[in-house]
């Protein structure tokens, strides 16, 4: 599966006056970073830009500027020259904000992504699509202003939780760098992106804190639509809460169930190296990254969650016996 070439995207830029964005639902930092670091500078280079998300901008990221040029729908009758996604390894992640409208370019990093653009830049080495950004804007004819390293910057940290996950390079460091020199201050979006939390967020953990459990080497838990209530917590994420699972130092795979509207429930696993979460979830039709992956499974949460525990219990016995068999 071949990736465009610069050049290709170069002239997809250049012969596009209106564009249009998205990224995915439950939009994380790289979603909204890579969103508008694109999204602004093609601004910049004079073309009529839509950025979307169908979920909008999460509370906690709307310290980002431009962030209120981010809409959650587009109506059926605006037509595009150019339409493009970020950060989304399959067009269901997108949700309905870009209606059924083909998607002309492709840009992302999860090792999951099918493909499915016109043209497709997929790198799965990078740590985060706004790294993809960082390295290649300029090749495309895009410049970097202020705003623009901000917000690669912000999809950069928090994709690589401050440049610490497995998949952490030299060459990732080294974009960080350039974005600091184009004037993005890294203490200052570190403390608003990965350190500020909400009163209500710490006391939504509580409720999933006090579920818990643990089997082994595997712990799970899950965040409720009761809960989300009476915490006051208004967004449909996890909260950032896996972040908080996956420092427990016994386990090997947490598992976070987050009950949705509809029936539905958005589950994310998060692993310890040595493991292949993205299997698992690419598995119930999700996709993510080796270290950290998702899926929306249709259901209630109880058949969810037994039909997952029960997968990622037999597919942890198969990796344990596999590396006694191997003797390490
Ligand atoms: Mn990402």
């Avoid at 949700?95 to 370019?105: H, K, M």
């Avoid at 080294?174 to 184009?182: F, I, N």
Wanted: proline residues 2%; glycine residues 8%.
């Amino acid at each position: 599966m071949n990736n465009a070439s610069h050049e290709e995207i170069r002239q997809l830029f250049n012969h596009a006056d209106r564009i249009l964005l998205a990224s995915h639902v439950r939009p994380d930092g790289d979603a909204i970073g890579s969103l508008l670091g694109l999204g602004l500078s093609l601004e910049d280079a004079g073309k009529e830009v839509v950025m979307v998300l169908s979920d909008g901008v999460t509370a906690n990221f709307r310290f980002m500027s431009g962030y209120e040029k981010i809409c959650t729908k587009v109506s059926d009758d605006k037509s595009f020259d150019l339409v493009i996604t970020l950060d989304a390894s399959d067009p269901e992640r997108i949700g309905n904000a870009i209606g059924n409208r083909n998607i002309d370019l492709n840009i992302d990093h999860h090792v999951t992504n099918l493909h499915f653009g016109k043209h497709n830049l997929v790198d799965p080495l990078a740590t985060a699509t706004s790294e993809i950004l960082a390295e290649h804007l300029e090749s495309w004819g895009l410049k970097f202003t202020k705003p623009i390293a901000e917000a690669l910057l912000t999809g950069l940290i928090t994709d690589t939780i401050g440049f610490r996950t497995s998949n952490m390079s030299p060459k990732a460091l080294k974009l960080g760098a350039k974005l600091m020199e184009a004037g993005a201050n890294l203490p200052d979006l570190y403390n608003k992106s990965l350190i500020d939390r909400s009163y209500a967020q710490i006391n939504y953990w509580g409720y999933a804190l006090e579920k818990m459990e643990r089997k082994d080497r595997l712990v799970w838990t899950a965040l409720t639509l009761a809960d989300r209530k009476m915490a006051g917590y208004n967004g449909n994420d996890d909260a950032d809460l896996n972040t908080l699972l996956s420092s427990i130092a016994e386990c090997d795979v947490t598992v976070l169930f987050v009950e949705q509207n509809n029936h539905h429930v958005k589950v994310s696993w998060r692993s310890k190296p040595g493991f292949n979460v993205s299997e698992l979830a690419f598995s119930f039709n999700g996709g993510g990254h080796p270290a950290a992956a998702g899926a929306d499974i249709e259901g209630t949460l109880e058949e969810v969650k037994k039909d997952v525990l029960e997968k990622t219990t037999g597919y942890l016995k198969k990796i344990t016996k596999g590396k006694i068999n191997n003797g390490n």
